[in-house]
């Protein structure tokens, strides 16, 4: 009964590869978030979705593509991976866009390229 | 730059004391502010959060207090049981705009609790 789920939980990739991170909730929220955590543990929003609408969409290279078929997924889909990519990538999502409202998070996807 | 910032990336405290950890932020457009707790290889979940109308908020062994003049709030646990030991993140939204659901992290307080 995992409220967030993420695929894959590990990811080693070669530079230059294209990879995708998918992400599924079956809570019912309206909106879905891409956080990553990088070698500093900074953890910086990259992305939100708000009903498969992009309602957030931060300083993050054009390489990064989200996508959301519904209201329930909300994959991230990387071209031309480099090492800097490497990080954590943590799906939530919340049941509102509103305040009061906490996210809910994935295990993470911890991104390995080489 | 930071705008929510947990200064002491670790704090250790024998199992059965109070765990204290601190958090401050810069920008007053944040009005909503929330802890959350990390175990390795695990996604943040959810402890507890505090409107900016109040100034404390208790459940259960954790208490918020939130100082708006010195922007400054804190995460009190009592007791702490060897089990608390994990990464605690603060966490910051603003209101208005398409910041609307966006949290602010700070970089996180390890606490180990020790027998």
């Known amino acids: 009964d995992t409220a967030v789920s993420q695929t894959p939980k590990y990811l080693v990739t070669q530079m230059g590869n294209d990879k995708s991170i998918k992400c599924e909730q079956n809570?019912?929220?309206?909106?879905m978030y891409w956080y990553k955590q990088d070698s500093k543990k900074f953890l910086k929003i990259m992305f939100s979705?708000?009903?498969?609408?992009?309602?957030i969409n931060e300083t993050v290279p054009n390489r990064f593509s989200p996508k959301s078929p519904d209201k329930a997924h909300l994959n991230l889909h990387i071209n031309s991976l480099e090492l800097g990519d490497s990080a954590v990538y943590f799906c939530?999502?919340?049941?509102?866009?509103?305040?009061?409202?906490?996210?809910?998070f994935g295990q993470g996807t911890r991104l390995t390229v080489v | 730059d930071q705008q929510v910032k947990q200064n002491s990336p670790s704090l250790s405290v024998q199992e059965g004391r109070i765990s204290i950890l601190n958090c401050d932020y810069t920008?007053?457009?944040?009005?909503?502010f929330l802890w959350y707790k990390k175990y390795p290889a695990e996604g943040p979940t959810f402890l507890i959060s505090?409107?900016?109308?109040?100034d404390k908020n208790e459940d259960g062994r954790f208490t918020v207090f939130l100082n708006k003049s010195a922007k400054h709030l804190s995460l009190h646990i009592v007791p702490s049981p060897p089990g608390d030991s994990a990464v605690y993140f603060c966490?910051?939204?603003?209101?208005?705009?398409?910041?609307?659901?966006?949290?602010?992290f700070g970089r996180g307080t390890q606490l180990t609790v020790w027998p």
């Open positions: 966490a910051a939204s603003p209101h208005g705009g398409s910041t609307l659901g966006r949290l602010y």
């Open positions: 920008n007053s457009m944040f009005d909503y």
């Open positions: 939530a999502s919340s049941p509102a866009r509103g305040i009061g409202t906490e996210a809910f």
């Open positions: 505090i409107s900016s109308i109040k």
């Open positions: 809570l019912g929220h309206d909106t």
């Open positions: 979705y708000n009903n498969k609408e992009l309602i």
